[in-house]
C-alpha cells in the first residue's frame, strides 16, 4: 500500500464537513452575507449547528451583537456568488448588490434569506460558550423552508485551494441514522 504523509495544514480538505453555505446577518437595516464551509449539526432536534466564523470577519460582530442569523444553502449554478462573497467584506460592500443577490424578509430572525438559494435555516444563537476560544457558535434552527421546485439540490462543497467538489449520486443503505 502506497501511503505518504499529508499535510497537517490541509487536513481540513480531507474532512469538509458539508455543504459551503451563506451566512446572511443584518443590523440597522443592512444586511450582509458571508460563505461558511466550517459547521456541522450537533443535534437532531431541536436542530443545533456548531458554526465557525472568524472574529476578523464583519459578520462575527453582527452576529454577536443580534443574535440571529440565517444559513443559506447554495447550489451550483451560483458558485461563483458564493466565492465571491467569501473573497469580501461586508465592511466595505453592500453584497446583496454586488453580487446580485436577492434578500427576502424572514418570519422569525431579522436577517434576510437569500432567495437563489434552494434552502434557508433561520437561526438563533444557542450557546457562545466557545466563542471566545474557537469563534465556534452553536445555533438553533428555528424556522427552515426550501424551494420545493429544485428537485436535485447540487450543492458545493470546499476542497480547500479554490477547488470544490459538487454533490452527485444519491444512494440508499440501511443505516441507523433518524
Ligand atoms: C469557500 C469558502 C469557505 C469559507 N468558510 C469560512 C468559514 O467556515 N468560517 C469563516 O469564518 N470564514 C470562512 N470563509 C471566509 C469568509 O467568508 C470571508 O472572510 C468573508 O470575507 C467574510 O465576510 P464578512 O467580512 O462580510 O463577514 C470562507 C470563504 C470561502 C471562499
Same mark, same amino acid.
Given at each position: 500500500m502506497a501511503r505518504k504523509s499529508f499535510p497537517l495544514s490541509k487536513v481540513y480538505s480531507l474532512l469538509e464537513p458539508g455543504p459551503?453555505?451563506?451566512?446572511t446577518? &443584518?443590523?440597522?437595516g443592512y444586511p450582509n452575507i458571508m460563505?461558511?464551509?466550517?459547521?456541522?449539526?450537533?443535534e437532531f432536534e431541536p436542530p443545533l449547528?456548531?458554526?465557525?466564523?472568524s472574529n476578523s470577519n464583519y459578520s462575527f460582530g453582527l452576529l454577536r451583537v443580534t443574535n440571529e442569523c440565517v444559513i443559506n444553502i447554495p447550489t451550483v449554478e451560483i458558485a461563483e456568488k458564493v466565492v465571491g462573497c467569501g473573497?469580501?467584506?461586508? &465592511?466595505?460592500?453592500d453584497k446583496f448588490e454586488t453580487f446580485r443577490l436577492t434578500p427576502m424578509p &424572514?418570519?422569525?430572525?431579522? &436577517?434576510p434569506l437569500i432567495e437563489e438559494c434552494y434552502a434557508n435555516l433561520e437561526c438563533r444563537v444557542a450557546d457562545t460558550k466557545m466563542v471566545s476560544k474557537y469563534c465556534l457558535f452553536v445555533v438553533e434552527v428555528i424556522k427552515a423552508s426550501i424551494d420545493t421546485t429544485v428537485k436535485n439540490p447540487r450543492t458545493i462543497h470546499h476542497l480547500g485551494s479554490g477547488?470544490?467538489?459538487?454533490?452527485?449520486?444519491?444512494?440508499?443503505?440501511?443505516?441507523?441514522?433518524?
Open positions: 459551503v453555505v451563506l451566512v446577518t &443584518a443590523r440597522h460563505t461558511m464551509s466550517w459547521h456541522t449539526m450537533i449547528v456548531g458554526c465557525v466564523i473573497n469580501t467584506s461586508g &465592511a466595505k460592500i &424572514a418570519s422569525e430572525v431579522g &436577517a477547488s470544490f467538489m459538487v454533490a452527485g449520486e444519491k444512494i440508499k443503505l440501511k443505516s441507523k441514522m433518524k
